[in-house]
């Protein structure tokens, strides 16, 4: 079975500095995506950054990149100069199977705490 | 452009009722897709719609039922509601072909009694 595991369930860090979030995911496809969600307090969930499987090199969204280790099954997130917005559950997701037939799993999600 | 709005924002029902979600997606988008997002289970997908027609399904019992429209507004129907069925109701559209990246709308929060 397709899984993914967060295993930090709540972090925090310090305004302006940098935290990384744990994902890893059991698979055998070669070919899949990943993704990294953030769900803030009471608003929407938003797609924050998505990796290929076959991109060697790890995606970078402004502030947000990602570490992907293919053969360790492993996707985590380093948040750089963290801002109180960032405050927000994230959820990693691995999606896999072509067309409309893909399936989507997530992980339970860590709830980052941004302190002032 | 609109995001995709979910109706009713917060619903309490009684163990053995019905209860329908309603989901309009973004402009132009022809995907819907629904989550159970729970604090056990994390986010779980339950099927999505393309075209008024169900291509994607995830692992949940019957009682867990959608449809979509002409006009790509979905509904979620669960019947016979259990304790287990309180959580988060998502809905996602997505622009066709694009299975990458998925809106979200801000959920319904359905609590059963």
């Known amino acids: 079975a397709q899984t993914v595991t967060q295993s930090q369930p709540e972090m925090s860090v310090q305004e302006a500095e940098t935290v990384t979030l744990s994902c890893t995911y059991d698979t055998s496809e070669s070919d899949y995506y990943l993704f990294w969600y953030k769900q803030p307090p009471s608003r929407q969930m938003i797609l924050v950054i998505r990796?290929?499987?076959?991109k060697q090199q790890n995606a970078t969204e402004n502030r947000f990149s990602v570490n992907f280790q293919k053969a360790a099954k492993s996707f985590s997130l380093k948040i750089s100069d963290s801002q109180l917005g960032d405050a927000a559950m994230y959820f990693c997701a691995y999606k896999w199977g072509g067309g409309s037939n893909y399936k989507l799993t997530f992980g339970k999600g860590t709830l980052l705490t941004v302190n002032p | 452009k609109a995001g995709v709005t979910q109706t009713p924002r917060y619903l309490i029902k009684t163990r053995g009722q019905q209860v329908t979600l309603s989901c309009s997606p973004i402009s132009g988008h022809r995907s819907v897709s629904w989550y159970q997002q729970t604090p056990g289970q994390g986010l779980q997908f339950l099927f999505e719609?393309?075209?008024?027609?169900?291509?994607n399904k995830g692992n949940f019992p019957g009682r867990f039922s959608g449809r979509q429209f002409s006009n790509s507004r979905s509904e979620m129907n669960v019947s016979t509601l259990e304790l287990g069925d309180s959580a988060l109701y998502l809905c996602?559209?997505?622009?066709?072909?694009?299975?990458?990246?998925?809106?979200f709308g801000p959920g319904t929060r359905l609590t059963v009694l």
């Open positions: 996602a559209s997505r622009r066709t072909g694009n299975y990458n990246e998925q809106f």
């Open positions: 990796q290929e499987a076959y």
């Open positions: 719609y393309f075209s008024e027609t169900q291509r």
